[in-house]
């Protein structure tokens, strides 16, 4: 993880992991199959934590205490490990075909849990501005990974669950035919 969060997935050869391990390049092929595999796993780690987190979040009670503990899990969950999710969201692309087809499969899953909620909670979000609206707060939550190093862990996480609250709770935005254009 470390090595694919500094370097980037392609720029790290089996022998670097390896040699990271403490082992030879071609004794990780006991463990992992394929360099893929490991990103992989690292992937389906991230995305496995928050789907956990968003099943015990659906048990909260009411659509606000859901919603609220959605922020609160993920924002929690991408501050304390900024670099897995970094890994996941800047490599998960490099992933074949079918292991990408798979972790989108959870990734609408987790989505689903927000936008479910989002809805409960927003009577006047209709169903496409309420994935929109999550696509935007996960983009915002996942910047955890950008973040700079010399905020901490307890500063990132509150920063992301105050400004993902902000989002998700701010009125409708009017359409863009509403919004005043610029002079030409």
Request: hydrophobic share 45%; net charge positive.
């Amino acid at each position: 993880m470390e090595l694919f969060a500094r370097r980037g997935f392609h720029a790290v050869g089996i022998d670097d992991i390896g040699a990271a391990a403490g082992v030879t390049g071609p004794a990780v092929y006991r463990h992992f199959p394929s360099k893929e595999a490991i990103l992989r796993e690292l992937c389906n780690t991230a995305m496995t934590e928050l789907l956990n987190g968003a099943r015990r979040a659906a048990d909260a009670g009411s659509p606000r205490s859901v919603l609220d503990g959605l922020i609160v899990m993920h924002a929690g969950f991408a501050a304390h490990n900024r670099r897995l999710i970094g890994v996941y969201v800047r490599e998960h692309r490099a992933l074949s075909t079918a292991s990408l087809r798979a972790l989108r499969r959870r990734q609408r899953e987790y989505e689903g849990f927000w936008v479910d909620a989002l809805r409960q909670v927003r009577s006047d979000v209709d169903p496409a501005r309420a994935r929109g609206t999550v696509t935007a707060v996960l983009s915002l939550l996942y910047s955890a990974a950008h973040m700079p190093a010399d905020l901490d862990d307890t500063a990132v996480e509150s920063l992301l669950a105050d400004a993902a609250a902000v989002l998700l709770n701010s009125p409708a935005a009017p359409s863009a035919r509403a919004i005043p254009q610029p002079p030409r």
